[in-house]
């Protein structure tokens, strides 16, 4: 008989705080604050979303054929036979409903943040429903999540207005926000266009990467020259965004500094992911959550200048001891989850 474990497993929830640290930090914009209610209601939509949304795809990924023999997912409940597939999609597109009626319910009926929410549901189905067939796949998952934080901050009242005397006024807040949407779009194309194909490398499906003329030779990952520039180009484009941002906010020299580390640490990851090397599909999963981590956490950096240190950190502690102790309840790690 199925558990609670293994529901958790199936929607991925370990994972949570990717979505979690999204809805957070674009309402905590909005309000000026993470000390407000409509913070929280907008943190237990980023959960629910994501555990609708990656449970959904676990759920399709397996109907399809694509998961059944992956040898890397062999412990996961489907391929266990803990759950049944066809009671699994019911239960998931019911989460997915219940998330877009709580989603609506706690924008209190905005027009705009009804649309965004209409949007980023319609856009995870494609990719839930046509994502191992799309060499594009990154398209529609990327504007899925990255309209979260746009949903989260014009929910929580966020101003539509970005005129005023630029940049240091009211209007520079709309106008970070939406910078802050595209370093989370140019976010998850790195994490789907790069690490997603990345992790199944080795699988008959459709990849970018593969059509990029990367793959494993003799044990060895074998990444071209354009594979690598499309990979920098894309974390350094985020990069730039985050200290767009800083600047946006009015930020202060602490601002740019503790940016600039997280620069560093992220340019490095991808250097360890994506440089020629020994493939190691374990290491890459622990570099690849490390990666997510770090890129999620630096909207917490971005938006220090208008919520404060304390509440940024804040925000990282949490969601870091979420992800850990749900790795470990759920696979028996602490930052390298099982997926």
């Not at 497993?9 to 705080?17: D, E, K, V």
């Not at 676990?58 to 489907?78: A, C, M, R, W």
């Not at 970018?208 to 499309?230: I, N």
């Not at 941002?245 to 360890?272: Q, S």
Request: aromatic letters at 12%; charged letters at 15%.
């Amino acid at each position: 008989m199925a558990t609670p474990r293994d529901w958790l497993q199936l929607f991925r929830s370990h994972t949570s705080p990717l979505e979690m640290t999204i809805t957070i930090t674009g309402s905590a914009l909005a309000v000026g604050t993470v000390f407000d209610l409509k913070v929280l209601l907008f943190l237990i939509f980023g959960w629910l979303y994501h555990n609708a949304g990656y449970g959904h795809n676990s759920v399709e990924d397996f109907i399809q054929g694509y998961d059944k023999d992956d040898p890397n997912k062999t412990h996961h409940p489907l391929q266990r036979g803990v759950l049944d597939p066809g009671t699994s999609r019911a239960v998931c597109i019911g989460l997915v409903i219940g998330s877009f009626i709580y989603g609506i319910s706690i924008s209190g009926l905005d027009p705009l943040s009804i649309g965004i929410l209409s949007i980023l549901t319609v856009m995870g189905f494609i990719y839930n429903l046509l994502g191992k067939k799309m060499k594009g796949k990154f398209i529609p998952i990327a504007v899925a999540h990255s309209l979260l934080f746009p949903f989260a901050f014009f929910g929580s009242g966020g101003d539509l207005s970005i005129s005023g005397s630029f940049p240091f006024v009211e209007g520079a807040v709309t106008l970070g926000a939406l910078v802050l949407f595209g370093y989370l779009m140019f976010q998850i194309l790195y994490q789907i266009m790069i690490e997603g194909d990345l992790k199944d490398i080795d699988m008959d499906e459709a990849s970018l990467l593969k059509s990029m003329g990367v793959m494993v030779e003799d044990g060895k990952l074998v990444c071209p020259p354009f594979a690598r520039s499309v990979s920098i180009f894309l974390k350094v484009c985020s990069i730039a965004l985050i200290f767009v941002a800083i600047w946006l906010f009015d930020g202060t020299i602490d601002n740019y500094i503790i940016g600039g580390v997280f620069a560093l640490v992220l340019i490095g990851l991808d250097h360890l992911l994506m440089g020629v090397k020994t493939w190691d599909h374990s290491k890459c999963l622990k570099r690849m959550a490390l990666m997510e981590v770090a890129s999620t956490f630096a909207l917490a950096v971005a938006i220090a200048p208008v919520i404060g240190w304390l509440p940024a950190i804040g925000i990282m502690v949490f969601n870091m001891t979420y992800f850990i102790l749900m790795n470990r309840f759920l696979w028996g790690t602490l930052i390298k989850p099982k997926v």
